[in-house]
């Protein structure tokens, strides 16, 4: 880094750059002018924002220590009636005669509080849901009011499942039952014919379109669901056969989660509107076209066709299936269907901010070299010295070759007994001032070697981050997935560290390494130097959608303190709901403890003590209260 550079003021633009918070923010996040991120949680109103560090001084006011998930009911809204917003634009720019209903998929965050929020808002543009198991549908059933929204029903379903929606038909819901496997007509035309209720029948396709990306399995002839088009045949023979074609009226698939290109999309829409054509031809009604969900979020903001991105954006990915759909429809003179799309993850990603503090911080002891070594300093040590005192910009590479050499003769000596410890300690604490004097001249390069180009984060500090990976963020666990992460205050300070997050689990998979960057991955996230005097927060962002259910408690780490907000149109805020996260005594409680036992048993360990002499009545008191008091905190770091 030039001098120049570094004696520049920093700004906040500085860090919108650095963080791509403009990117991916979608407009819901951004920095304010005194360095704090703020959310602006209302379509219409861009001029109405909250600031997240006063949000999170009012939760621990209230008494709420950090991990902390943080969710916009606003953005929920914000982001149903865009997408219908998306859609009518497409719908009238092309003259497309039908409609578009969109129906929330239940599993992508089950939780209350998201139905609830769905479902009410969803009343004004019929907003349905789609519930793939038994308990989505008994979910559903209870918040789904309005008539005219749909009501999907895939998975795999029992008698007792098709009763519950044959019922729900007949009150008046627009129930479909989408055919995942080709054995479920027979017991659905069973119970139809046994309840006397005709159901509103679908089809799941499986495609052979199969699309790049994480998740997306969903297509291609490997995929687990849906029929192929021969048991397609078999099934409109079936419902033929017994005078039931009327009831088949939907045309269902799925490409998968996620879908960052969107030639995959347009290809896939091309695929089944010509079944959806095949099946007007063989006299089936139809009328709804259902293609699910897959509708990526910009997770990095690069706006490309990596998976962690999309090459379209809402508007885009609207118009073209409108267009895509007209295009093969119109050839066949077919009636335009009502569209519905199954999206979850572009729903509801953006509600959820995960925020927690960093408790404490380590990094390399790179403090220089004393002057004056001791007398008995072994030759293999003051070798290592050497290639640090003559370290010079030509020959870095050679340095770099010397000095892995020399420590890995230097660990190997320490093993042997050779070294003693203090000895082992210097021999370390003279590597790290090569590689940090490396790292400082690789700088100056036009070309760097490859062996040197990511050298400076070998020397990067660990922050270490009061929340669970496996618990909070399960995608970053299982499968790399990249979440943008960031210091949501002091953003007009110039970060001056690298970093990677380690969690508060002791598990060594316990960490995040990997951060969104506009080229490919960072492999170090810059952050603050965390001052003693103050707290420093950071918060992890679009995590609405997936983590919430498939965490776990790994190290016993369990429910995050939840609250959400609504925000009101003069700027103000309430918080609507708090949800209590699991106490120590709730986590172990799940694995079989019981709480009431434990203190017993603990009671009678501490009463043998007082008789073995070792602690006094008075001190097995307070260890009892201090027992107690830990089965009812948080089992989270708590200040
Ligand atoms: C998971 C799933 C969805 C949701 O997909 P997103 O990519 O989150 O929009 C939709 N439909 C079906 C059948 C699914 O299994």
Same mark, same amino acid.
């Given at each position: ?19 791509? #918070? ?7 996040? /951004?920095?304010?002018?005194?360095? %704090? ?38 953005? *929920? ?5 865009? #997408? ?14 039908? +409609? ?36 989505? *549908? ?57 309840? @006397? ?15 790049? @990306?994480?998740?997306?399995?969903? @297509? ?30 939907? *045309? ?9 290109? #969107? ?13 959806? &054509? ?27 066709? !990596? ?9 885009? =990915? ?27 993850? &572009?729903?509801?990603? =953006? ?46 590479? +050679? ?5 892995? !050499? =020399?420590?890995? +003769? ?6 042997? @007994? ?56 399960? %995608?970053?666990?299982? #499968? ?27 598990? /060594? ?24 005097? +103050?707290? =420093? ?21 369990? %429910? ?43 009671? &009678?360990? &501490? ?33």
């Amino acid at each position: 880094m030039n001098l120049k550079h570094t004696m520049e003021r920093w700004t906040v633009e500085d860090s919108s750059d650095l963080y791509q #918070i403009r990117e991916w923010g979608s407009g819901y996040f /951004s920095i304010s002018e005194t360095g %704090d991120v703020v959310v602006t949680p209302l379509r219409d109103r861009k001029d109405v924002s909250v600031n997240l560090p006063e949000i999170i001084s009012g939760i621990r006011a209230r008494g709420y220590d950090m991990p902390m998930l943080l969710r916009f009911e606003d953005i *929920l809204d914000s982001q149903i009636i865009q #997408i219908h917003e998306s859609f009518r634009t497409a719908i009238s720019k092309f003259d497309y005669k039908g +409609e578009f209903k969109g129906v929330y998929p239940i599993k992508v965050n089950q939780q209350k509080q998201v139905i609830e929020t769905i479902t009410r808002i969803g009343k004004f543009y019929h907003h349905g849901l789609e519930a793939g198991s038994k308990a989505e *549908l008994i979910a559903a059933l209870s918040f789904l009011d309005d008539k005219e929204a749909c009501l999907v029903c895939n998975g795999y379903k029992d008698r007792e499942f098709i009763d519950l929606g044959l019922y729900a038909c007949k009150m008046g819901f627009k129930c479909f039952f989408v055919l995942e496997m080709p054995g479920e007509l027979d017991l659905i035309l069973e119970r139809s014919k046994e309840l @006397g209720i005709k159901p509103l029948l679908g089809v799941r396709l499986k495609l052979s379109t199969q699309a790049g @990306g994480h998740w997306t399995e969903s @297509g291609g002839d490997r995929s687990i669901f849906g029929l192929t088009i021969s048991q397609i045949i078999a099934a409109i023979e079936k419902l033929k056969r017994c005078n039931m074609l009327d009831c088949l009226q939907l *045309l269902h698939y799925h490409l998968g989660s996620q879908i960052p290109n #969107i030639r995959d999309i347009r290809a896939s829409i091309q695929e089944a509107c010509r079944v959806y &054509a095949g099946l007007v031809l063989e006299g089936a009604p139809m009328g709804y076209f259902d293609l699910g969900g897959g509708m990526a979020v910009d997770y990095d903001g690069s706006h490309t066709n !990596y998976m962690n991105s999309r090459n379209y954006t809402l508007d885009e =990915y609207c118009a073209d299936v409108i267009e895509a759909i007209m295009e093969i429809l119109n050839e066949h003179d077919i009636a335009h269907p009502t569209i519905i799309t199954e999206s979850g993850r &572009a729903t509801v990603a =953006y509600y959820s901010v995960l925020l927690f503090n960093i408790f404490d911080t380590s990094s390399i002891d790179t403090d220089s070299v004393p002057g004056e070594l001791p007398e008995d300093t072994p030759d293999i040590i003051l070798n290592m010295l050497e290639v640090l005192k003559s370290l010079t910009i030509r020959n870095l590479q +050679e340095c770099y070759n010397d000095a892995l !050499y =020399y420590r890995d +003769e230097i660990r190997q000596m320490f093993k042997v @007994g050779d070294l003693t410890m203090r000895q082992r300690a210097l021999g370390d604490k003279i590597f790290w001032n090569i590689i940090q004097a490396l790292s400082d001249n690789v700088k100056h390069l036009k070309v760097v070697p490859k062996d040197l180009i990511d050298i400076d984060t070998a020397l990067c500090d660990t922050y270490y981050a009061n929340f669970s990976v496996f618990q909070s963020l399960p %995608d970053s666990w299982a #499968i790399g997935y990249l979440f943008p992460v960031m210091p949501v205050h002091r953003l007009d300070e110039r970060p001056s560290r690298n970093a990677i997050l380690a969690d508060i689990t002791c598990d /060594s998979d316990g960490k995040i390494d990997h951060f969104i960057d506009k080229q490919g991955v960072r492999r170090a996230l810059s952050l603050h130097t965390v001052k003693e005097d +103050e707290d =420093y927060y950071l918060g992890v962002f679009l995590v609405g959608a997936y983590q919430e259910t498939l965490g776990d408690l790994h190290n016993l780490m369990g %429910d995050t303190n939840v609250v959400s907000i609504r925000v009101h149109e003069d700027g103000t805020y309430s918080f609507v709901k708090e949800i209590e996260g699991d106490t120590v005594a709730d986590v172990l409680s799940y694995v079989e403890y019981e709480p009431k036992t434990m203190t017993k048993q603990f009671r &009678a360990t &501490a009463e043998q003590a007082i008789r073995e002499n070792l602690i006094t009545p008075q001190e097995r008191r307070e260890i009892m209260s201090m027992y107690e008091e830990g089965l009812r905190g948080y089992p989270y770091f708590e200040q």
